[in-house]
């Protein structure tokens, strides 16, 4: 009998792994990028999540018939080499949707009470209770640049919070708007001009890179907040820092970076810049989420069924 392996190069939920090792070999180990180009061609299948490169050369070295990305981002897998080796990839889109939504609301509430300025105060022995003027989130307004899966998440939230939702989105189908119950615009110089807050649930594309620079920023309210929970390169950090030093915003909050890890950046000065460092899927519940649907995933390519997450819809057809 062929035994079929598969490495787990990154860890996942250990109940995921179980439920594969009843049918296949299961390999749980972290290889260094020259190790894993030695080693690829002993396994069927890798799952990875964001820790491994899944190179083109690791791919032309295989023999790999599916790979699972335990999250939603495939940046770190080469999509068209394994489309022209014919090797499925498959991933888990909604596993950290709501843990998205849940932070991108979190930095909306946090900025606009200056929480973080308060605990470091209070902590350090100040009592800033006079300085520290907030603002309601209720009654305000709320633009999206991008509303998929989670931008339809965190609409439905900020609803509840009173917030009114200006999207734009040119590719959302027709019917999406009046059913998570937000105005969908073409304008986005309106949408710069009217948002209180701004938060940003689009890719990163050839479309998006640099979206938000010096001419949008200069658009906004100076009393308005810009959200970045979606992906470094989006908003240009330039950009960014000079409309945060000069007041032309309130305050930001990113949870990614052009360049990551971001050890050093010039916008950590800025008191008025809340960040966090690409925790948006790290909670318990997504990934527990992404380890269980990855798996299934990568476990139907190989029983030759046809998964239901596929990167590379191609393959399908
Ligand atoms: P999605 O595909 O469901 O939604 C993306 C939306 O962006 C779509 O509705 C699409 O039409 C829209 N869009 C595409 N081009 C656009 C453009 N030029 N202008 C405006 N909108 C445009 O994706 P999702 O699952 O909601 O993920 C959204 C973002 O969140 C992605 O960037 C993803 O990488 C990011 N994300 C971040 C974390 C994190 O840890 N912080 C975790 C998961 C996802």
Partial sequence: MITIKILIADPIITSAVENLSKNFEVVERHFSPSELLSKISDYDAIIVRSG????REV??????????????????????AATEKRIFVVNSPRASTISVAEIT????LALSRNLVQATNETKAGKWPKKRLMGTEIYGKTLGFIGCGRIGAEVAKRVQIFGMTCLVYDPYLPPEVPAKIGVELTDDLDRLFRVSD???IHAWLTEETRGMIGENELEKMKPTAFLVNCARGGIVDEEALYDALKKGKIAGAALDVFSVEPA??????????????????ASTKEAQERAGQVTAEQVRLVLNSKKPEFCVNPKLLE
């Fill in 52 to 55: 491994t490169k899944v190179t």
């Fill in 59 to 80: 791919i032309e070295k295989s023999k790999l018939k599916v790979i699972g990305r335990a999250g939603v981002g495939v940046d770190n897998i080469d999509v068209e």
């Fill in 105 to 108: 609301i979190a930095y909306m």
């Fill in 197 to 199: 807050f701004i938060t």
């Fill in 263 to 280: 050890r050093e950046n010039k916008l950590f000065e800025l008191e008025n810049l809340y960040v966090s460092p690409h925790i948006g």
